[in-house]
């Protein structure tokens, strides 16, 4: 006799018998076109970042210093995304979310073309504050990837979040280092005293023109995922609503919930784990343009930003292509919450590896034993991207209802921007704080990040074994979507 508990949430079809669902590959493909825009514009800065606040004579000629302030412009894009992410999401689950993300991106087009004209540190701050402020997308697009899948091909479907995200992050350094400077690098062409005056103008107009490409492709091809509110005459007549109401007082099954009724336990932590891994990545996305930069003598390599550009871009191009191929075979063999360990798992080693490249180049100089190293590192970071797709079926799977996801991936979202807006600012000033301050021989910062990398594999430990059960009560109320 079975001991298995059947109540109304159990599924009719055990989840590995379901035959899976074709994805509809128009939307989602618009979805992930929209996806790289992100990725795009904010890495873009990165190789030139660290130069620009240098010839904006910001520090005073100190190099030591650069950290405090880059770090600082880096974090102001999280922080103000931090203030306004949750009511964009939110706001998305009652008016669409095609319009949230029509303005996400309208903003995002306009706050880099200002940062591009900025020759002042203020105006730095104003255009990143804009972009985040303006920005809701990234909680958006990952309640419509929820929407467009159901747990038969969401690995599918999340696997592509990670290539997308490392296609961005391919171009956007590549942009950014390439374009930088063109009277310098482009003379014949671009001579002119206006890229004399504006010399970061150039990756701002190229990444603000694929963003109009994915804004307009967006509004003319784009499907709502939302249904549309229905009347209460309607709804009172259709037996399929009566059956979502209990009584005349209780909210139906399918509308989106207050936002202290979203805050479940599997919810709580799934999102505290997204928080780890954004925290340590952003951390390291910050430090390593800085590492890369900075001289020999505090503890860089002294690298120019086409170099830069060049390192980060294949970190972005070898991510993206490992994740294509084999995320989701691995998840289906391995499981999400084993992936996720695994991948997390990698941050310790990501931050030793820096001093002991510094400490390398230090005694032989720019030897290939240095780039063997730098190779290494790059690999363990695509490794490490495994963990934002499982995290994201976690969040997804974890939702209270569906049309609670928007709300769902706002709160994280939020708490997320918070952490991301701290880690930069953090890790850089630490960096700077290290070598100013001789801590552990300059290289202080690291031996805190790597204590920080142990506690989060701690807190990967507490998830589930399997996403959360009640992701079939989500794929039983999905709407229409599917058809293209």
């Known amino acids: 006799m079975s001991d298995t508990v059947i109540d109304e949430q159990t599924p009719l079809l055990d989840r590995k018998q379901r035959k899976a669902t074709p994805l509809p590959k128009l939307q989602i493909a618009i979805i992930l076109l929209l996806q790289v825009c992100e990725p795009l514009t904010s890495q873009s800065i990165y190789p030139y970042i660290n130069q620009l606040v240098s010839e904006l004579d910001i520090t005073g000629g100190d190099k030591r210093k650069v950290g405090y302030y880059a770090g600082l412009i880096e974090s102001l894009f999280f922080a103000t995304e ?3 992410v949750l009511q964009w999401s939110r706001v998305s689950d009652h008016v669409g979310r095609k319009p949230v993300m029509l303005i996400g991106l309208f903003g995002m087009m306009i706050s880099m073309l200002c940062f591009g004209l900025s020759r002042n540190f203020t105006a730095l701050i104003v255009s990143r504050c804009l972009t985040g402020l303006l920005n809701g997308n990234i909680g958006v697009m990952k309640s419509v990837m929820g ?7 969401r690995a599918e479907g999340f696997a592509l979040m990670p290539v997308v995200w490392g296609l961005g992050a391919t171009l956007g350094p590549f942009i950014g280092g390439s374009l930088s400077r063109p009277h310098e690098r482009f003379p014949n062409v671009f001579s002119g005293s206006f890229w004399k005056a504006y010399p970061y103008f150039l990756p701002c107009v190229a990444t603000s023109g694929f963003v109009m490409i994915a804004f307009t492709t967006a509004l003319i091809f784009f499907k709502e995922t939302v249904p549309k509110k229905q009347s209460s005459k309607h709804r009172s007549a259709d037996p399929a609503d009566s059956m979502l109401m209990s009584d005349d007082s209780s909210p139906r099954l399918d509308a989106p919930l207050p936002l202290r009724d979203v805050l479940t336990y599997p919810v709580v932590l799934s999102v505290s784990n997204y928080v780890a891994l954004a925290f340590l990545n ?16 505090v503890g860089g390599l002294g690298f120019s930003p086409a170099t830069i550009g060049y390192i980060i871009g294949s970190y972005g191009a070898a991510s993206g292509i490992f994740q294509a191929l084999y995320f989701s075979k691995i998840v289906r063999c391995f499981g999400e919450r084993r992936v996720y360990i695994c991948a997390i798992s990698t941050m310790a080693p990501v931050f030793l590896l820096l001093p002991i490249i510094s400490l390398l180049a230090r005694q032989w100089g720019l030897s290939p034993i240095v780039w063997v190293f730098i190779v290494f590192l790059l690999v363990l970071l695509s490794l490490l991207d495994m963990a934002y797709g499982c995290i994201f079926m ?8 569906r049309r609670s996801l928007g709300a769902t991936n706002g709160l994280s979202q939020t708490t997320v921007s918070i952490a991301r807006a701290i880690g930069p600012a953090m890790s850089t000033s630490l960096f700077s704080f290290s070598v100013e301050r001789n801590i552990l021989g300059g290289y202080g910062v690291y031996a805190f990040f790597c204590t920080l990398s142990v506690l989060a594999i701690i807190l990967a430990s507490r998830l589930p074994k399997h996403v959360w059960d009640h992701q079939d009560f989500l794929d039983g109320h999905k709407g229409d979507h599917h058809d293209i």
């Open 82 to 84: 931090a203030l306004t």
């Open 147 to 153: 929407e467009l899948t159901d747990s038969t091909n």
């Open 282 to 297: 952003i951390s390291i996305s910050a430090l390593l343009p800085l590492f890369l930069a900075m001289p020999l003598s």
């Open 394 to 401: 976690f969040i997804t799977a974890s939702a209270p209802n």
